[in-house]
Structure formats: C-alpha cells, structure tokens
C-alpha cells in the first residue's frame, strides 16, 4: 500500500508566479479530493472527482484555481498568479467508497 | 457553513473520557470524523449517517442526533495515542463522501 502521494511536498513562490502541484491517489481510488488548509483550520474542500469528471468545485476553482484529472489518474491543481493569503498547506486525498477518505501528506505553500 | 465543534481545547490525563462536540445549523445527510496528528495529515476515525448507519476502523464510538444536526465522538480510557487535532465534517448532500466541509477542530491533549 503506497498511499496518496503529493508533489512537490514544498513549494515557495514569488506573488504573480503560477504554481502547480500534482497527486497520485492510490490506485484504483475512483474518487479524488482536493483541500486547502491554513494553520488552525480544518480542511477547506476546493474540488471533487470522480474518475475524470470534476463533480463539485468552490467558488475558489472559478477563477485563479483550475483541477484536472487526465484519464481518471492522478490530479493537477494550479493557482494562476499567486497571492500571499494563497500561502496553505493543499491536501489532496483518495477514496475508494463512499465513507473514507485518505489523505496524503500535503504541499506546503509559500508566497513571497 | 461550518460546523462548530466544542470544546476548542481539552487536556486529559491517560486513562480519562473525553466528548468532542459537532454541531450545524444545516441539515446534515452525513457527518465524518478525522484525526490529525501534528505534521501529518488527517485519519479517518468514522462516519455517521442519517439513519443510524456508522462506519468506523477504531475503538472510538460517536452518535448523530438528526433532528439536532449534532454529533459528538466519545473517546474513553483515552491513550497517549489519542493526542491530535480531531475534526468532524459535515455533508448535506445525501450521496455519501461528497463535498465535506469541516469545522475548526478539536485539539486534544493526553498527559500521562
């Protein structure tokens, strides 16, 4: 069992830079999540997938944030033009089912 | 809307009971339990559905009160082990591991 895997695992960026961070999910996980979290908070659900169709997003994906899950695999997230207050740690977890899910270890987020 | 969870903060000696508090002022179809540890990223504990169904991987018991939109986890005989930020999160839509929105947590402290 390998896990849900995230790359890179830090990132600093410089303001008005893009970024873009990937997630393997465990294999044969249907189901893909991706969160943000900032110090002190619980989770912060930005998109949802199931295979490849993108079937949930926050309002936050409308804009500088785009998902894809090319083929129902791994998962892209990137933030076009980065902010400070984009400054988190970005979860990205996998789901075989309906009830668990299964978090990776996270991409920790730097704006300058 | 996020949940709120109470208490914000307890601090329990190895061996005491602890109740963590979930509470929405939505209609819930589901609510979902998750361990952090810090540095880590988060662990399910259990899901509780409208119902009465409940998943769970540990020896750790929660309830639903549907008509009160509350949950709460029960940890007893609590472990070192137990130590970390626990989260409830909360789904509104009925299909199960949909979008989740969890609250602020819960952090717990074991002292021995």
């Known amino acids: 069992d390998t896990g849900v895997s995230q790359n890179p695992r830090h990132k600093i960026t410089k303001r008005g830079q893009n970024v873009t961070f990937r997630c393997d999910p465990i294999?044969?996980?249907?189901?893909l999540y991706w969160y943000r979290q900032t110090l002190g908070q619980g989770p912060e659900f930005l998109t949802y997938?199931?295979?490849?169709?993108?079937?949930?997003k926050s309002r936050l994906l409308s804009d500088r944030f785009s998902a894809e899950r090319p083929k129902g695999s791994f998962s892209t997230l990137e933030i076009q033009r980065t902010e400070q207050g984009d400054s988190a740690m970005y979860l990205c977890?996998?789901?075989?089912?309906?009830?668990?899910?299964?978090f990776g270890p996270g991409t920790r987020l730097t704006v300058t | 809307q996020q949940p709120v969870q109470s208490p914000q903060a307890v601090i329990l000696r190895e061996g005491e009971d602890a109740v963590i508090n979930c509470s929405s002022s939505?209609?819930?179809?589901?609510v979902h339990w998750y361990r952090q540890k810090h540095g880590e990223a988060p662990v399910f504990l259990m899901i509780?559905?409208?119902?009465?169904e409940q998943k769970g991987h540990e020896k750790i018991s929660a309830s639903f009160n549907e008509k009160k939109q509350q949950s709460s986890l029960y940890l007893t005989a609590s472990q070192l082990s137990y130590s970390g930020t626990y989260f409830c999160?909360?789904?509104?839509?009925?299909?199960?591991?949909?979008?989740?929105?969890f609250g602020t947590g819960t952090r717990l402290t074991i002292i021995p």
């Open positions: 977890a996998s789901s075989p089912s309906w009830y668990e899910q299964y």
């Open positions: 294999s044969e996980h249907n189901r």
């Open positions: 997938f199931q295979n490849e169709a993108q079937l949930e």
């Open positions: 939505k209609a819930l179809y589901s």
């Open positions: 509780l559905l409208k119902g009465g």
């Open positions: 999160g909360t789904e509104r839509k009925g299909f199960g591991n949909e979008k989740l929105t």
